[in-house]
Structures are given as C-alpha cells and as structure tokens.
C-alpha cells in the first residue's frame, strides 16, 4: 500500500507564464494556523494524550470563516490564527469539522481580525493541464511560499485522513511538502482546490493532491444546517454489467446501460427499496452506463458522483428492472455508519471500560495500530464488519484489548484479543453493555468471548479488592469512559 | 491455554532439516563455536554401525501446484539417512520422501543402489517405511532394533555419513521431552530436544540417532546456532511401527477436542471444583469424533484419561518422562480401536465415559490439513478455475501463510469447526483464465461457491452435475463475495472449451 500523507505543495517547476492571473493581494486572504494537538494513546485510554504541535495553512471565505483541513486543527487543543504582516497571533476555534472530506471551518473571535481580510472566492472544477497557483507554509521557511503546478489528473482518490473515504480529488504534478495543508490553490484569482494531501518518501515524484471545489461547495452547503451531517451513501455494491453472458442472462438488450445490485447493506438507506440482482438503468434521470458510470456535465464520471453530491435528506431517484419489470424508486439518503469502524477517530477520548484490570475497548482503526493487532479473528470482525454484516450482532465489536496484570486476573492473558460476546448472561452488543453488566451485583462475572465456550470468570470479592490496587499501580485516572462526552 | 485449536510455530531459523534442497556451508565450527570447548564437536567413528545399518536415501520430489493444479511443480531433490530396521524396510522422516517421484537407496560402503517404494506413509507424525524394490538389496544388512526408549539425560549418538562412505557419530545430549509441533500445523506429538554441535555433510535432510544398537529417534530440525535438535521421540516411532505392522494402516488416534487449562482459582470456584482435583475444560468437541461419539460435552471437566489422572494444566504423570500433555497418552501411547475409559465431572457430578479412538484422515475435515502424496482437485469452467480449500492451497503463500493467504480463508481454516458444522467442502474460485466467455468479468479470485444453476455446492462433485443443468441456457455461479453472481452462456462455453484447453495448454479440464 502507498502511504499518504498530508500538508502541502512545494513548486518544482514554474515554466509558463501566468499572464492571464489578475494580480490581487493574497496576502489579505491567507492566515497560518498553529495547532497544538493532543492525540490520545489507545493503549492508555485514560491518558489524556500526548502534545505535538502542527503548522498549515487556511484561507478567508465569505462570513468571516477561515477554511482549512481538516487534519491541520484535528485534537486541537488551543488553535492559533496569524494573518501576513501582523505580529499579532488570534486564538481560532473550530466551528465545523468534517472528517470524512478533511475540510474545517475555523473562526476568530477577534472582531478586528477579519477587518482587513479579503475573503477568496470559489471557482470551478479545473482543465487537466490548466496551470494553478498553491499557497501555503511548506517546511523551508517561515514566510508564505507560492508555488505553480500544472493539473495532472482528476479522479477519485482516498482520503487518507479519515483512511475510509474516497471522494474526487485533482493531482497535480507538485510534490507535497509538511506545512502548508489547507492552502489555497488558485487559478484566475479564485480558489479551485484545497492542497490536502501527496505521496511520502520514494514512492511517487511531483504528485500533490487537492480538494477540488465541488467537495469544498458540498461541504459548505452541508454546514447551512448549522452541524455536519457527513457525507450520504446509498451503501451497495453495484457491478458492471459489461459481459454479454450476463446481459442475455439478465434479458437485457445490448445497449451499453444497466449496472447489476450485488449487495444492499441491510442496515442502511437502500434497505428495504434496492434487492440485489436489481438491474439499475437510471439515476436521477442521468442514464447508468454499463461501466458503472453517467453521464454529468458532459462529461463520464462514476456513479458514485451523482450521490456524492447530495446531503443528508435529499432523495434520489432511480429507475430500475427487477424480475423484468421496470420499477422507479425513491430513496431518501442518509450517512452510512458501518464504514466508520475502518475510519481514524479524532476530537474524542477512547472510549474503555476497566474492570478486575481487564480493559474492553471498541474494535477501531486507532485501536487496532495502537495494539498492532494481529489476531486472526479481530482482523477477520474488522475487515468483514460490513460484508458479513457483523454490525447486526455486534455494532460495537468489543475486545478485551489490554489486562494490567494483577493477581485478579493472573490466569486470564490468553484472553486478551477476544471478542466479548456475553456476560453474566447479557448479550454483549456495545461498550455501554459491559459497564451495565458489570453495574449489577453479582458473586461471579463470567466473560464470555467469541468462538470460545470457556468464560473468563472474576469473583466480585477479588475485583473489589483489586480494586484500588490497581488504579494505584497503572495511575488509571478514570475506570471508564463510554463517550457521552466529546471534545467539540 | 488453548491446545490443539491454534498453531504451533516453529521454534527455529532452520527451514527444515540442516540441508534442506540447497546445501549451503554450516556455521558449525565458526570461531564462536570454538571458543565454547564444551560445545565442541564429539565426533567418533560409528564402529558399531559398521555392519550396515544405515544408507543414503536420495529423493526426487515433485509437488503438486495448487495455484495451477493441473500441473507439478520443478522437482527437487532431498537426500538424507534412512535406518535399516526388522522386516527389510528403510525408516526415514515422511518429508524426505513425500510427493517422491523416485526414491532410490545407496549403501554407504560399497555405493551400490537399488531402487525403492514407500511401503507405510505417516505424513502427521513425519514418519515413512521404505521398502527396496529388490527384496534383497537389505539382506546382509544389521537392521537396528527400535525396542529401547532412552531417558531424559542420556547421551544419544547422531549418525552421519563421510563422503567416502563411513559412518561418524555425534553426540547429542537429551535434554527435554515435551509434546510439540512436528512437520504439519496442528499435528504435535511428543518431541525429543538435543544439544548437539552437528557438521555439515551430505545427507542431512533426516538422521538417524542411535543409542548403542538401539534406534531412538530420527532428525526433524537443527538449529546451528543454539546447536540444538528437534527430533521424533522413541514412542512415537514406536507407535507408527507397531500399526505398520497391521495393514491397512489407521493412522495416530486423537480425542476430537480441544481444551483449557483449570488453574485459575476464581474459575474453579465458579465450576465448584476442589482445589486437590486436577482435570481440563473442554472447549470445543468436533462432530462425530471419539469424543463426541463418547458424549463428552463442551464445557465437561476431563478428570482422568485411560486411568491417569490429569492435573489442570492438562498433563499427567508419564513413567518415562514425567509431566507430559495427556495428548501424548491419547495418540502415541493409545492405538486406534483402542477404548478409553475417561472420568470427567458435568456441572458438579461425576461421570465415566469411554471413548473408542480412531484416526481421522484428512479428507473428512472441511478444509484438509494437508494434501500430500494426492493431487489437488479441480474442475475448469470457461475459463473460470474452481478448487476444494485446503490449507495446502493456503501454504502456497509460503512460511507466513497465515498473514499472506487471502484473510477470509486463513478465517475458515482456523475456525472451520465453528463456521461450518456439516461435513462438506468449500469450493472456490481460484482463478480466472481470461477468455471471449469472461469478457466484462473482473480479475476475481478467492471466492466461495454458494450456489451454480440454483444448486448448493458441498464439494466439486456437486458443481460437475449442476453445470450439467444450465438455466435458460445460462450458468449462473453465486459467490459468497460481491460480485455474487457471475451468468456464463453454457453452449458457448463448452463449444469455446476445446479452444481454451489448447490455448491454455491444459491437460485435463478436471480432476477429482
């Protein structure tokens, strides 16, 4: 796998004029954003984290907001906003974060500070080849860099912040440095991308990636409900329809349109309208070409598209041949929250339980690199949540992640990196489960897991007396923390 | 502590034996070595071996390719040292000789060669008779007498070869006894380890190790760097021997279970067993195995086996060894058709069962342990290329199979007992042979076979006689992966079949 990573564009080369580029003053638009992040470590969920601190960039858009990534202001603790020339440095607060399209709004509460501010404007979706300014801070210096590359490619591409999202992204052919993530790219004067993310190391020359506006609008539309409702998804799997076989089997005619449903997740928006085997002809009107792909703007762009653009509660329209017969349904679109257990987890503290010095924890992606997790079975829950629908007997896989040996639990190591399935008899669905479980009173706790018929067993009159003992020897602040409280 | 359910990693760099296909220079003898006097070699000329109780046995080996299992892999070749024992037969290690194409036996001091097949195979505990084509090729040899087993603390003897044909032995210290990991994953059986500073030579994929006239036990691994031996223990070599008398040959017995350790106290108060009683947690019993047949129960207390009683962490007391898994008592020191009596305790009160072992082979698990001296299976359907899983199919990936072979199937593998109740096979796709029928298909592989023309697949049988039924003219595969469904035009397909065969030079487009 190639790892991504952030922060901005570095120019290496700068060969055509920009005579056609009205002169403005960016300066008056762009502010370099110092965040001092604490991330917490899963493998102390009690910890409050350590503290780095990250430099980015932003820019001023309409109603006196500064647009950003959303990885540049991630577990921040305190944010600090400069504009160019001025000494002064503004304390900045998050007011939107999305995590899944890397995109932030940040505001200052100074009244003064966006006096003297231009806000930039939103352009279009760029030509390949077309050439395009990135502003930003990249390691190097201090003082804003400018920087010129030329639009390589316009595609989906992952985005490696949230590591579970794809949307669109434009590459251009300017290598990422650290330090200038949520600059400003800009063509004729006006924004036509966000720089957000390139390749490390050896592993590509001269490809930089940025958020391309259409992702930036829907993010901005999004926010109108005064909160972030994330992306929609209508959560199925749809296969070409390109071998001929499969098109006379289907009775379909040899006309290049119609995509094949192969799964609906049962948990989400398409549930209950889609079946698999469904043959899906049209979408909001826009024809299915048998490669997965419409119609938009002229131009061939993946399915997907037509929903990538629409929010929370919007509907879709899709036109459809189930068992021969032509149907039309309405679908009302939602988030997906399957995915997210594949998706990195910011702004919260680990969510954990701590019992007799067992540790139960949520089955994340934090998680699973904390602990490096190899164990077969947790992999097998992680990677299939959606596909095997695990999610329906399990919407929180619970692991009993860590044990801080104590003689309460001095035969109980095998156990660790089993899935909690039960216990004292209460089936084991979520990590609030296990404190209710363990909330009653009872003489014996037995625990059991996944797979295994022998349960872990704690007697309540050890676990007492553990107790105290344990907090003591492993400094746990706290012996739980179910997520009832965010950071934002 | 889970038994018998997850897999044992070997202890040790060594792939195999010292020499595997490729000789290579042995560290032994470097200056490290050298400066340890007590670790310096004690070599002495075998005088007592002189009679011709040993020979070359050099192997021409040629497996099976399960990613194209129409066709073998390059042969290699293994050489190494068989003992001659009662009866005119050659024990060697079943890895010397598994897949052979052609085994031939050399006497070390005259280099004369003959010819030989292998008479009893036992791939599990790693153990292989072979039998001279000419029956009087062993005649004037001294066949080496299996009757002693050798205590923790003795000084064994490894004999090697000189290159012009003379014995040399080694010595090699006994140092532990102890159930573990053989050849196969999942297959443990009593372990002997050794210290012993070994030279390189020629001939060393497997060892004989003598104690006087006494065959003890034959080489698995060496180790050069801790100078230490891994090696199949006397009983077991005693067990397999005994059996081979007996033709058709069942194989070592087991249980059909595994268990847990009791040695938690909290656990034991929960299971209200005294603190002076040993006995084992049964985690899992498999379907119509001994202990299933026995009515031994998931969650059942093992009290005492064959009349031993087993302490909580699962071992009873061996007269010649000591503390040893009670698995030992159960498939080395017990045969097939054997009766157990066994005690156990269900939910607090006491009951004796009896328990008739017998052998399970590999073909009666859903995914076989091992396909070994068998082709794989496999049916070609234009162009798309089914296969039973086996976890030979998964070793393709090579040592670190578990983390390299799709993750799915590494998943039914292990838990298969748990996933898959009913007896059946998992077919699969393997593998697309691209051609004018799979056009439009993606690159797929890894999946499972549910259902071909509406009919359940349990095993490649099945797929042959649905293929047989298209519908509409159609064969429609459902997979248990996305895409679920792949349609094929069945008169094309077997018109475009004779095509395929010859451009994909295939020389069967099946085999069961």
Not at chain 1, 126 to 144: A, K, M, W
Not at chain 2, 252 to 264: E, N
Not at chain 2, 341 to 346: G, M
Not at chain 2, 412 to 433: G, T
């Amino acid at each position: 796998m190639i790892r991504s990573t952030f922060f901005g564009i570095a120019c290496l080369v700068a060969t055509s004029a920009v005579a056609d580029t009205p002169k403005f003053d960016v300066h008056k638009s762009i502010v370099r954003i110092t965040t001092t992040a604490q991330e917490p470590d899963y493998r102390v969920p009690w910890n409050p984290g350590s503290i780095s601190t990250g430099i980015g960039a932003g820019f001023v858009i309409d109603g006196n907001r500064i647009l950003t990534n959303a990885h540049v202001v991630s577990n921040g603790r305190f944010i600090s906003v400069q504009r160019e020339n001025d000494p002064r440095q503004y304390s900045g607060q998050v007011k939107f974060i999305a995590h899944d399209c890397d995109l932030a709004i940040v505001t200052v509460s100074d009244p003064n500070f966006f006096k003297t501010m231009q806000p930039l404007h939103l352009g279009p979706l760029p030509t390949i080849q077309s050439d395009v300014d990135v502003y930003g801070y990249p390691i190097g210096g201090e003082r804003l860099s400018v920087t010129q590359g030329i639009v390589s490619r316009i595609d989906f591409e992952s985005y490696s912040h949230s590591g579970a999202d794809s949307h669109l992204a434009v590459q251009i052919d300017a290598a990422i440095n650290p330090g200038n993530s949520g600059g400003p790219v800009l063509q004729n004067g006006k924004v036509v991308g966000i720089a957000f993310q390139g390749y490390s190391g050896d592993v590509a020359q001269n490809v930089g990636f940025m958020i391309p506006t259409p992702v930036i609008q829907r993010f901005l539309a999004d926010i109108e409900s005064g909160h972030y409702n994330r992306y929609v998804d209508l959560s199925i799997v749809p296969e070409s329809l390109t071998n001929a076989a499969a098109r006379q089997a289907l009775g379909l005619p040899d006309d290049d349109t119609g995509v094949l449903v192969s799964s609906v997740e049962s948990d989400a928006c398409a549930a209950g309208k889609l079946e698999p085997g469904d043959v899906l002809l049209s979408i909001d009107g826009h024809r299915i070409i048998s490669d997965q792909t419409v119609e938009l703007d002229g131009e061939n762009v993946d399915l997907a598209e037509v929903i990538e653009r629409k929010l929370k509660g919007d509907k879709v329209k899709i036109d459809l041949l189930r068992n021969h017969q032509r149907l039309n349904v309405e679908i009302e679109l939602e988030p997906n929250n399957s995915y997210l257990i594949q998706a990195n987890i910011f702004d919260e503290y680990p969510r954990f339980v701590m019992f007799g010095g067992l540790v139960f924890q949520p089955v994340s992606k934090n998680l699973l690199e904390a602990f490096q997790i190899e164990d077969l079975r947790v992999r097998y829950f992680y990677n299939n949540f959606i596909n095997d629908e695990i999610f329906k007997d399990h919407p929180q896989v619970i692991l009993l992640s860590n044990i801080l040996p104590d003689p309460v639990n001095a035969y109980l190591s095998e156990f660790r990196y089993q899935i909690v399935d039960e216990i004292n008899g209460h089936k084991i669905r979520t990590l609030a489960d296990v404190a209710n479980a363990f909330d009653e009173t009872s003489d014996f706790y037995t625990i059991k897991f996944v797979g295994a018929s022998r349960p872990a067993v704690l007697q309540r009159t050890a676990v007492e007396e553990a107790k105290e003992r344990i907090k003591d020897n492993y400094g746990v602040r706290l012996e739980r923390n179910l997520g009832e409280e965010t950071l934002r | 502590m889970r038994f018998l359910v997850f897999f044992q990693a070997s202890l040790f760099f060594a792939v195999s034996a010292i020499a595997a296909e490729n000789p290579s220079p042995s560290p032994a003898g470097t200056p490290a070595a050298e400066a340890r006097p007590s670790a310096a070699p004690k070599e002495h000329l075998a005088t007592e071996l002189r009679g011709g109780s040993v020979l070359r046995v050099n192997s021409t080996n040629q497996s099976y390719d399960f990613f194209r299992p129409w066709s073998k892999k390059a042969p290699s070749n293994r050489r190494g040292l068989g003992a001659v024992i009662d009866g005119g037969e050659v024990l060697v290690t079943a890895e010397l000789v598994w897949d052979s194409n052609f085994i031939e036996l050399e006497k070390p001091d005259t280099g004369e060669r003959a010819t030989a097949k292998v008479a009893v195979v036992d791939y599990e505990t790693n153990l292989a008779l072979l039998k001279p084509n000419n029956p009087d090729f062993l005649k004037d040899l001294q066949p080496l007498d299996t009757s002693v087993a050798p205590k923790v603390g003795d000084h064994l003897s490894v004999v090697q070869l000189e290159s012009n044909g003379t014995p040399v032995s080694t010595e090699a210290l006994l140092t532990s006894a102890e159930v573990g990991h053989y050849v196969l994953d999942d297959y443990s059986y009593l372990l002997f380890k050794m210290s012993c500073p070994l030279q390189y030579r020629d001939n060393s994929f497997t060892l004989p190790i003598v104690e006087d006239h006494h065959l003890i036990s034959m080489l698995l691994r060496y180790d050069p760097r801790s100078q230490t031996i891994e090696a199949i223990s006397t009983p077991v070599i005693q067990h397999f021997l005994k059996e081979a008398d007996h033709q058709p040959y069942q194989g070592f017995p087991s249980f059909g279970l595994s268990f847990s350790t009791t040695r938690d106290p909290q656990f034991r108060h929960y299971e209200k067993l005294s603190d002076s009683e040993g006995g084992i947690y049964v985690d899992d019993v498999e379907p119509d195995s001994p202990a299933a047949q026995a009515d031994i129960q998931t969650g059942d207390i093992l009290l005492s086996v064959g009349g031993k009683s087993v302490d909580p962490d699962g071992d009873y007391d061996d007269p010649l060894y000591g503390r040893l898994s009670i698995t030992h008592f159960i498939t080395t020191l017990s045969y097939s058709g054997q009766k157990v009596p066994v005690t156990l305790s269900r939910h607090g009160e006491r009951k004796d069962v009896v328990v008739s072992l017998f052998h399970k082979p590999p073909q009666d698990y859903v995914i076989d342990p091992y396909v070994i001296g068998r082709p794989p299976r496999y049916l070609i359907l234009g162009g798309l290329v089914f296969e039973e899983l086996s976890r030979q199919y998964l070793r393709e990936w090579g040592p670190s199979w578990q983390r390299e072979a799709p993750q799915r199937f590494v998943y039914f593998d292990h838990y298969q007992a748990d996933l898959f109740p009913k007896e059946r096979k998992i077919v699969f796709l393997s593998q697309i042979l691209p051609n004018n029928d799979t056009i439009g298909y993606p690159q797929l592989n890894y999946m499972a076979v549910e259902r071909v023309n509406g009919q359940p697949i349990y095993r490649l049988e099945d797929l042959a006689k649905a293929m047989e039924k298209p519908v509409n003219g159609f064969h429609k595969i459902e997979f248990d992966l996305d895409p679920k469904v792949i349609y094929l035009d069945a008169t094309k397909v077997q018109e475009n079949a004779a095509a395929l065969q010859k451009t994909y030079s295939l020389p069967a487009m099946r085999r069961f």
